[in-house]
């Protein structure tokens, strides 16, 4: 299956500080997603990459997808404390397949 | 927006008993999956269900574990005899194909 490796695990800031979060997989992806869980809530989804070097910018938000296809990032630029939560990467076997989820990153964001 | 929706919220249940969970997935979507996390741990992929059969399961989706729609709305998680590894956070999903999956709140499971 398409395993996906996630780090760090944790993640404080200070708010306005930047946060990056990385996925790493040992088998070439089909695909990359990102979500966002909220304390308590459920996955929500951010967005999908699917091509090679893909970037994509959302707000404050940068998603970017590895040459070849194993790796990704989400970067946040000026944290804010609503940007707290789990970001889980996520990459499907097929298109409607199941998702492979990373473990997520947690981050925590100080006034 | 329309939004897939589960109940219970939470449910509390001795081990060994059978448990029901419940959702409704978004109108048009035909592809259905549920998902669990345990406290603390990343979601895992329990099943995925298309047209009135399980198109994908994993290995934690023993005989213990079962899929139904039984009407045009609903979708059924059930399991037969509760153990208490199974206490965790389960979350269905659907999509409409070719879109990403939409997740409910959950239903927190707890056994006793």
């Known amino acids: 299956g398409q395993q996906v490796m996630q780090i760090p695990q944790y993640q404080h800031v200070q708010e306005g500080e930047d946060f990056t979060t990385y996925c790493n997989s040992s088998t070439t992806l089909s695909n990359i997603q990102w979500y966002k869980q909220r304390p308590g809530g459920h996955p929500v989804f951010l967005i999908q990459?699917?091509?090679?070097?893909e970037v994509k910018k959302q707000k404050r938000l940068t998603f970017q997808f590895g040459e070849a296809k194993k790796n990704s990032s989400l970067h946040i630029t000026a944290t804010q404390t609503t940007d707290v939560g789990t970001y889980f990467c996520?990459?499907?076997?097929?298109?409607?397949?199941?998702?492979?989820f990373g473990r997520g990153t947690q981050l925590t964001v100080w006034p | 927006e329309p939004e897939v929706t589960q109940t219970p919220s939470h449910q509390v249940t001795q081990m060994g008993q059978e448990v029901i969970l419940r959702c409704v997935p978004i109108s048009n979507h035909l592809y259905f999956y549920w998902y669990r996390q345990i406290l603390g741990q990343k979601v895992e992929f329990l099943v995925s269900?298309?047209?009135?059969?399980?198109?994908?399961k994993s290995e934690i989706f023993d005989d213990q574990f079962s899929v139904e729609r039984p009407d045009g709305s609903n979708f059924t998680l059930k399991i037969r005899s509760t153990k208490l590894e199974d206490s965790a956070m389960y979350f269905c999903a659907s999509t409409g194909g070719n879109q990403p999956q939409h997740f409910g709140d959950g239903t927190r499971l707890s056994i006793l």
């Open positions: 990459l699917v091509k090679s070097g």
């Open positions: 269900f298309y047209n009135n059969e399980i198109s994908e």
């Open positions: 996520g990459s499907g076997g097929s298109t409607l397949g199941r998702l492979y």
